[in-house]
T-cell receptor, first 115, second 112 residues
């Protein structure tokens, strides 16, 4: 597609439920990143994919968080047993390849609210 | 540890006035620096980047930034702001990894 697409744009869930957030990167972009943006916290790195593998998942805050990427394209971030502190905007970004640093293209994010 | 620091959480300014948003980065042999803008309910948009070469970088919407190695700074400037520049601005750095490290952001509020 023309840009990075994220869905849903907004998600309200009850504490303890599982949620899945989807990211559809720009076609042909091999690198994909998930960030979390909390109020006053800036952007926190979660995980990075190169193709279908995740060489850096150091930012996942707990084992309740997981992510996968299939076909070198769509990625899903799953949060199990959501907690109120998981409320944030989850941003996905993609880049054509890992060579050079031409910056990322970001999606509009998924605003997650845990009530 | 590598870090990017934005010293001002909020910057209020009147329309047509100049503005500077400050960013400092932790020193490294090799670093690439970026400024992103985020308008309400939107993703981040790249304003400009410094990879190498000229230390004065010009970006979109009339913004520019200067890479200063001795002061480890990469401040963003615009000589005359518009109401439409009201947004959140993020400075970010890429060191020897594939991930960007972001500052905490600066909210630019332009008043008429």
């Amino acid at each position: 597609g023309a840009g990075v697409s994220q869905s849903p744009s907004n998600k309200v869930t009850e504490k303890g439920k599982d949620v899945e957030l989807r990211c559809d990167p720009i076609s042909g972009h091999t690198a994909l990143y998930w960030y979390r943006q909390s109020l006053g916290q800036g952007l926190e790195f979660l995980i990075y994919f190169q193709g279908n593998s995740a060489p850096d998942k150091s930012g996942l805050p707990s084992d309740r968080f997981s992510a996968e990427r299939t076909g070198g394209s769509v990625s899903t971030l799953t949060i199990q047993r959501t907690q109120q502190e998981d409320s944030a905007v989850y941003l996905c970004a993609s880049r054509q390849n890992r060579q050079g640093h031409n910056g990322y293209t970001f999606g509009s994010g998924t605003r997650l609210t845990v009530v | 540890a590598q870090s990017v620091t934005q010293l001002d959480s909020q910057v209020p300014v009147f329309e047509e006035a100049p503005v500077e948003l400050r960013c400092n980065y932790s020193s490294s042999v090799s670093v690439y620096l970026f400024w992103y803008v985020q308008y309400p309910n939107q993703g981040l948009q790249l304003l400009l980047k410094y990879l190498s070469g000229s230390t004065l970088v010009k970006g979109i919407n009339g913004f520019e930034a200067e890479f200063n190695k001795s002061q480890t700074s990469f401040h963003l400037r615009k000589p005359s702001v518009h109401i439409s520049d009201t947004a959140e601005y993020f400075c970010a750095g890429a060191y020897n990894t594939d991930k960007l490290i972001f500052g905490t952001g600066t909210r630019l509020q332009v008043f008429p």
